[in-house]
């Protein structure tokens, strides 16, 4: 059973930067797209950024292109994510997502994503 972690998150002023961790277990994930998915107070879950399995491939939405940044270690089974100039409606709890392993490719719907952390609180403040 795959299994996602966050950390990194916290409380931040805006401007600021944060980068979140994702460390996966269970199963090798490097066939596997992942990404990047937050949820403000009393709002859906949206989408943020995702990553191809390789790495080669990224996407972002477009409230954060520009000052988000998703990388990944396969060799860490781990995922990365970049905030620089945070700005106060960057706060949310975010989630970090993998889809199953041979699904590769990006995407930004969050129903094709199997696995998920228990996500990690990001505030900023103004």
């Known amino acids: 059973q795959v299994q996602l972690v966050e950390s990194g998150g916290g409380l931040v002023q805006a401007g600021g930067s944060l980068r979140l961790v994702c460390a996966a277990s269970?199963?090798?994930?490097?066939?596997?797209?992942m990404g990047w998915f937050r949820q403000a107070p009393g709002k859906d879950r949206v989408f943020v950024a995702a990553?191809?399995?390789?790495?080669?491939?990224?996407s972002y939405a477009n409230a954060v292109k520009g000052r988000f940044t998703i990388s990944r270690d396969n060799a860490k089974n781990t995922e990365y994510l970049q905030m620089n100039n945070l700005k106060a409606e960057d706060t949310a709890v975010y989630y970090c997502a993998a889809r199953r392993p041979n699904l590769p490719i990006v995407t930004g719907a969050a129903t094709t994503y199997a696995y998920w952390g228990q996500g990690t609180q990001v505030t900023v403040s103004s």
């Open positions: 269970g199963s090798t994930l490097s066939s596997a797209a």
């Open positions: 990553i191809s399995g390789s790495g080669g491939s990224t």
